[in-house]
């Protein structure tokens, strides 16, 4: 048999996903439903000499994986919701700082401790807002642990490559689910290696002064260039600056170097959206409902199709306007109160097409779900 | 290596008050790393938020500025990543005791080999001059403006319940003992905890009526005591100067590594 088919949880093709991209440092703190991802690194880490540390809370973790990236490391941390929370402020220093570095958020029920064994999607907001200031953000999800597995390493190669933290928003289901993994073979993933700099001993080094292509490579601590790193609005030496011009180049370049990729950054799957009248328009566990509304409906005659976001982060707001163009209706299939239908409504022509199908229960949202929402949206009743 | 190899002169002046005493520890932080003859490149200080903390800045080092209270907690993930660097964690007292008590007690427990040094001027001077965890009863602040009623931490003995492995106390009158104090400490393997009363005229001076510098470094050496001192037993009060706790403690990394080669036996 092909010991690289696995039947596993979705938290295991995650930490298969972040040891395959090269994984060397992982920080956290336990906590329902991610605590496998911890676990299973707290084994396989160190097997192949990298490093887990169980720290004292989770922002410590989140700390300790800044303070690691910057030696070099891949680092990753592993949450959820309420552990989240706490990660926010640091979150927002590997922003600020440009730190490389990927933060899992398991979603449960909130707010507050909520219902922590049941599943939701209610941390999306709290992904690209959670932390203060004006910001760009990458958060990225999936619904099966193939993808799972490639989104994981997605996440790492996208931090590398715009220096920036990247979250995994998956959820309960995602995480607790077993399916089937097949774990590609070295090479047949691409992994993005972290650009270093090639300035050498004894040149000055400006770690804050971006390339001609908006990149800034980087120089490990320990390494042979010394600099400052700082959350406060800092120079090209990393020093903090209140000069006006200063502050105002380094922000647009935080934001604008996401928001200007938004295209390379974003990946989805679509399903029969050709000549689909009613488009549903999910991400997560609640996509595999919507994939199954849609192949039971299809040989039945129904033009429906489903556009699977994978990037919510930054939110690819001219795909969904372009794909959503030709639809009688949409309808976003998502278990909170519509974080991602605000999104929408923004992105389309006629807000007023735009439905909600949801569950706000900690019960996964059905097939038959969907179906009845949809039928009372057609006006046929439940 | 001269003192002043070891400044980024192109980040002065510094932002301390005129009489901190701040730059005493710096100077004396300086002369230790010379003394040891340690190069540049091997040395990350990790500094978190507050008027201590910006002398990261101004070392040329590997130097991360981090968050109010968190800098123990990045050091951690630094030195666990990369364990041949040496880590200088430098924190005032409120980053250091207030918001940072917990990763300042659990890196104590892990004895994980950096050296934590708290610049305890007993108050939050970047904010204005707030009371601290180490400002103590009686004192006045501008958040206390009929006086304290927290009492205070002892930082040694909260270093030494916490299973530090180097604890250590002088303060800014006392540089030469300062100085020896961090050669040991940055020599010490394990986590190392230095406490330095610094003064700070500006704010604790000017609230309590301490004086000027000069005359709140003079109380230094008026009411502090070597460790053990005849005069401490004549005087209770007087606080005690010296090293309280050196001992050798398997270290966090060294202990790690040895996990590693479980793991890689297959247990």
Redesign the interface.
Request: hydrophobic content about 40%; aromatic content about 10%.
């Given at each position: 048999m092909n010991e690289n088919i696995k039947f596993v949880q979705g938290n295991e093709a995650c930490v298969e996903g972040a040891l395959f991209a090269g994984l060397d440092f992982f920080a956290g703190y336990p906590i329902t439903p991610s605590t496998e991802i911890a676990e299973l690194l707290s084994i396989r880490l160190p097997q192949r000499g990298g490093k887990f540390i169980q720290m004292e809370d989770e922002i410590a973790s989140m700390c300790a994986i800044i303070g690691a990236s910057l030696t070099g490391s891949k680092v990753m941390t592993a949450t959820s919701g309420p552990g989240f929370s706490l990660m926010q402020e640091a979150l927002g220093y590997a922003i600020m700082a440009e730190i490389p570095c990927v933060i899992v958020n398991v979603q449960r029920g909130g707010p507050s401790t909520g219902i922590p064994t049941r599943v939701s999607q209610g941390d999306v907001n709290q992904a690209r807002w959670g932390t203060h200031g004006d910001h760009a953000i990458v958060a990225i999800t999936a619904s099966n642990h193939q993808d799972v597995f490639e989104t994981t390493v997605e996440a790492f190669n996208i931090s590398e490559t715009y220096r920036t933290p990247v979250i995994l928003l998956y959820d309960e289901v995602i995480g607790h689910m077993r399916e089937r993994l097949i774990v590609p073979k070295e090479g047949e993933v691409p992994s993005v290696k972290r650009l270093k700099t090639s300035v050498r001993e004894g040149v000055d080094y400006h770690p804050y002064l971006p390339r001609e292509d908006g990149r800034l490579p980087m120089s490990d601590f320990g390494g042979v260039h010394r600099y400052n790193v700082t959350g406060l609005f800092h120079d090209m030496w990393g020093f903090p600056s209140d000069n006006p011009k200063v502050v105002h180049d380094l922000l647009r370049h935080l934001v604008d170097k996401i928001h200007n990729n938004v295209n390379q950054i974003t990946k989805y799957k679509s399903y029969y959206l050709d000549d689909a009248e009613c488009i549903l328009i999910s991400y997560g566990s609640a996509a595999r409902s919507a994939l199954h509304v849609v192949d039971y409906l299809r040989p039945r005659g129904e033009k429906i199709g489903l556009l699977e976001l994978q990037t919510l982060w930054p939110f690819p707001h001219s795909l969904i306007s372009e794909k959503c163009r030709k639809a009688k209706y949409v309808i976003v299939v998502e278990m909170n109160m519509g974080q991602i239908l605000k999104e929408v409504r923004i992105a389309v022509e006629e807000p007023e097409k735009i439905f909600l199908a949801n569950r706000i229960d900690g019960v996964f949202i059905t097939p038959m779900d969907i179906r009845n929402i949809m039928r009372l949206i057609q006006g046929k009743g439940v | 290596m001269a003192i002043k190899d070891y400044l980024?002169e192109?980040?002065f002046p510094h932002l301390w008050c005129s009489g901190c005493g701040h730059g005493i520890v710096l100077n004396s932080l300086l002369r230790a790393l010379a003394d040891l003859g340690m190069s540049?490149?091997?040395i990350?200080m990790?500094s978190g938020i507050g008027c201590s903390s910006r002398i990261?800045?101004y070392v040329?080092?590997?130097?991360?500025?981090?968050?109010h209270g968190?800098a123990l907690?990045?050091?951690?993930?630094?030195?666990?990543?990369?364990p041949?660097?040496n880590l200088l964690v430098p924190m005032g007292d409120g980053d250091a005791l207030a918001i940072g008590g917990?990763?300042f007690i659990?890196a104590a427990r892990r004895n994980i080999d950096l050296t934590a040094i708290v610049m305890n001027n007993r108050i939050y001077g970047m904010t204005g001059g707030q009371y601290s965890p180490l400002s103590g009863q009686g004192i006045m602040a501008t958040t206390a403006p009929y006086s304290n009623i927290d009492y205070d931490f002892d930082t040694v003995e909260l270093a030494k319940a916490a299973g530090a492995t180097f604890v250590a106390r002088s303060t800014t009158y006392h540089t030469q003992q300062m100085t020896k104090m961090f050669r040991q400490a940055i020599l010490h393997e394990g986590f190392a905890m230095v406490e330095i009363l610094s003064q700070c005229p500006t704010y604790f001076g000017r609230k309590n009526r301490a004086g000027s510098a000069i005359d709140m470094m003079e109380s230094y050496k008026e009411n502090t005591t070597p460790i053990g001192s005849k005069s401490k037993m004549e005087n209770p009060d007087l606080i005690e100067r010296g090293i309280f706790v050196q001992k050798e403690v398997p270290e966090y990394c060294n202990e790690?590594d040895k996990?590693?080669e479980?793991?890689?036996k297959g247990r």
């Open positions: - | 980024r192109r980040f540049k490149n091997e990350v990790v990261s800045g040329d080092f590997h130097t991360l500025h981090t968050i968190r907690a990045f050091a951690t993930g630094v030195k666990l990543s990369r041949e660097l917990n990763h659990h790690y996990i590693i479980k793991a890689m």
